[in-house]
């Protein structure tokens, strides 16, 4: 039982960091209609400057803040600068240089910092009673994630920019119409998807350790949890990072052992494109023919 319990608590753990990442990766599906193949990349090479900046002599938590600023000029970057070309260019066009995004993030991760798998400090180390069930780090992966998903809702629930940005995603025509910026409005999601996802690599990190192939498993999870939740949903995605995270433990633990854990991620993209098309909590759409 109290390992059942741990799989349960550690699953949770992993499972907001999956919940995080599939977070981003619906914020630019509502914006571009596009999966963003290059979130984990991105993700990835933030994580590599937060490293630096720890390398250099800073303080984690000041590493932290500098790594979420620069990631989100980043994201807006990427926007206005290689997606905002091609917004109306045919969808395989967009695929390509989605793809090609992450070729080149990889790859140029590589050459600045090598592909040498390199050790990433975890802020949460402290000293005392252990519960037995959770390690330190997991503890704080839990709170970290539960503060940047609540200060989310709240942003986009009670504050004007938050409202806009929702509105320039769900109906740009119309928000345009209301005086919405909406190149800036989908500019600025950019720019919090990658804050978000620099949040969680750099809370996986200490995990699977750091290296420019890091994010890829993890991809794979956070993909299958906005599928399941619902790739239009965040609500949705957030509760589907939380339940693959469980399930992927559970099945690891009693069922198909920790070499095919990742099969885990694969059947459920299957059966939700099979069964569940639109996921838990996405909308269905239904057209006159």
Known sequence: MEGFLHQILSGLATGGIYAAIALSLVMIYQAT??????????????????????????PYWVAFAGTVALSFVL?????RI???????APVLSVVIVFIALLVILNSLAGWIFSYTIK??????????????????????????????????FLFFRFTSLGLAMRAAAQNPVSSRLAGIRVGWMLALGWGLAAAIGAIAG??????????PNMMA??????FAAALLGGIDNPFGAVVGGFVVGVVENLAGA??????????VALVLIIGVLLFRPTGLFGRRYVTRV
């Open 254 to 263: 009693y069922v198909v052992g920790t070499e095919l854990k990742l099969t």
């Open 217 to 222: 498993g993890v991809m794979l999870y956070a």
């Open 119 to 152: 050790t990433f400090p975890s802020p949460f180390t402290w000293q005392g009673s252990q519960n037995g069930y959770l390690s330190p780090h997991e503890l704080g992966t839990i709170g970290v994630t539960l503060i940047v998903l609540t200060a989310l």
């Open 75 to 79: 994201g807006v970057l990427i926007e």
């Open 82 to 88: 290689v997606i905002r070309p091609v917004e109306h």
């Open 33 to 58: 209609h596009h999966i963003n193949f290059a979130q984990g990349e991105m993700a990835m090479f933030s994580t590599y400057l937060a490293w630096m900046m720890i390398d250099a002599g800073l």
């Open 202 to 211: 750099m809370m996986i990190a200490p995990v699977v350790y750091l290296d």
